[in-house]
């Protein structure tokens, strides 16, 4: 091992060592949870070592942990965090559905009114269902394809993330829904029409996130949607953005802000306000097909489809919170934060870039550009991980990949400071990072 190897070996055990010291309650609670949870984790994205903090509150962009300390909150709980953990008029919309009675068995009087609110908005978006998550808003969508095709495969991309069942990192899961996927690679024009072409009489859908997020938070380029929107068109094959995470990047959604229109759209996260959330939509003669009333309509039950929470606390944030102006604010205060991130690798010299759209980016240790999860593959884990774990001990709340996401509280004074303990990091490590090339 060079000396550069140890040195960041070093520097991993020390600051593990100083996270435990600080953490001591969080380390215990993460034991007890071994005895009946797998690692004593129920979400794979919330386990990193050393242990996973325990958080036990939080108010607008902070959080609190189970040893006191408080966090400014550069997660947003993957994006879904929109609005922060205490948004007063969301907190009434809760408190009404929990003083008025819920699990009733019947429509309520929020789903059509948010549903509503989300044909008007998005404009790929002209009928929408709900359903529980973000998942299975995206096996909805698979499946309605396949059954309005009449044909089999799914095109996605190579490192894309869809869901807990849908996750095409690293050779994909063998717990993976069984559908028959073909991959390309994402930003590929060459190759990707190729397959389209190739594949088009058994293909039933395309689908895609704009903008990466789990994938590292990498955008489509503008031509690459176009592209996949004339031969998807072309060959009567349907195009579905997951938008998930992607929809909070612009107030008419990703696809509003690219022009393109897919054929069906998938939401998820923020949108229930803070409450479990799915919902697919799209061009009216598919989703119609849903009509129970309708011939041969397609069934989709699902007992907390409109969960009176998620309807009520949804229909509330998403037309009384999310205005246009509050969505372009944190946007552009995200642009800020990439760029000063970015500025401060190039004068430190370091190897690397933070990728991304608006208020969601990711940091990446690589001296080149990122233009599909590939290109992220090789750089080594070890520097996101003294990243998190140090940003985690300067009281900055940050995800273990690299990934941060803005929320609608966040300000230029919580930027500022970020960027300052940011450039602290870098010139304290400096010797141990990748350098510039
Ligand atoms: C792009 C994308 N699609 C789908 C999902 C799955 O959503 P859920 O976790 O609600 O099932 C996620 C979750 O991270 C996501 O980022």
Request: charged letters at 20%.
């Amino acid at each position: 091992m060079d000396r550069q190897n140890l040195e960041l070996d070093a520097a991993i055990t020390d600051v593990r060592g100083r996270f435990l010291k600080d953490n001591p309650k969080s380390a215990a609670r993460h034991e007890d949870a071994k005895r009946a949870l797998p690692g004593g984790n129920t979400r794979a994205v919330l386990w990193y070592e050393p242990f996973p903090l325990t958080l036990t509150g939080g108010k607008d962009c902070r959080v609190t942990d189970l040893d006191g300390h408080t966090y400014v909150d550069f997660v947003s709980e993957y994006t879904a965090g929109l609005y922060g953990h205490s948004n007063a008029r969301i907190a009434a919309a809760i408190k009404a559905v929990a003083d008025s009675g819920w699990v009733l068995g019947g429509p309520n009087p929020y789903e059509a009114r948010l549903g509503q609110a989300v044909v008007d908005r998005y404009p790929a978006i002209e009928r929408v269902r709900f359903c529980n998550s973000g998942t299975e808003a995206n096996l909805m969508a698979l499946s309605t394809a396949r059954a309005v095709t009449g044909r089999a495969k799914i095109l996605a991309f190579d490192g894309g993330y869809h869901g807990g069942i849908l996750t095409f990192a690293h050779g994909g899961s063998p717990l993976n829904a069984p559908y028959p996927f073909i991959f390309a690679q994402y930003n590929d024009m060459a190759g990707t029409a190729a397959l389209i072409r190739d594949q088009a009489k058994d293909l039933a859908a395309v689908i895609l996130e704009p903008m990466m997020g789990g994938g590292g938070c990498i955008a489509a380029k503008p031509e690459f949607l176009a592209m996949l929107r004339k031969e998807t068109e072309q060959a009567g094959i349907l195009l579905i953005f997951d938008e998930v995470m992607a929809s909070r990047l612009s107030y008419r959604g990703y696809h509003g802000m690219a022009g393109i229109k897919p054929d069906m759209v998938t939401l998820g996260k923020y949108i229930g306000g803070g409450c479990s959330f799915g919902a697919f939509g799209g061009r009216a003669d598919i989703l119609d097909r849903f009509d129970p009333a309708s011939p041969n309509a397609f069934g989709h039950g699902g007992t907390f489809n409109n969960n009176i929470f998620s309807m009520a606390a949804g229909f509330t944030g998403f037309t009384e919170v999310l205005t246009e102006a509050a969505l372009d604010r944190m946007n552009g205060l995200g642009d800020e934060l990439r760029d000063g991130m970015n500025a401060l690798l190039a004068e430190r010299k370091v190897a690397g870039v933070v990728t991304g759209v608006g208020s969601i980016m990711n940091l990446h240790f690589v001296d080149h550009e990122v233009r599909s999860p590939h290109d992220v593959e090789e750089s080594d884990p070890r520097w996101l991980h003294l990243w998190q774990l140090e940003m985690m001990l300067k009281r900055q709340y940050v995800t273990p990949r690299g990934m941060i996401a803005l929320s609608l509280p966040i300000s230029r004074t919580e930027i500022v400071a970020f960027l300052d303990l940011f450039a602290d990091f870098l010139d304290g490590y400096r010797s141990i990072l990748p350098k510039r090339t």
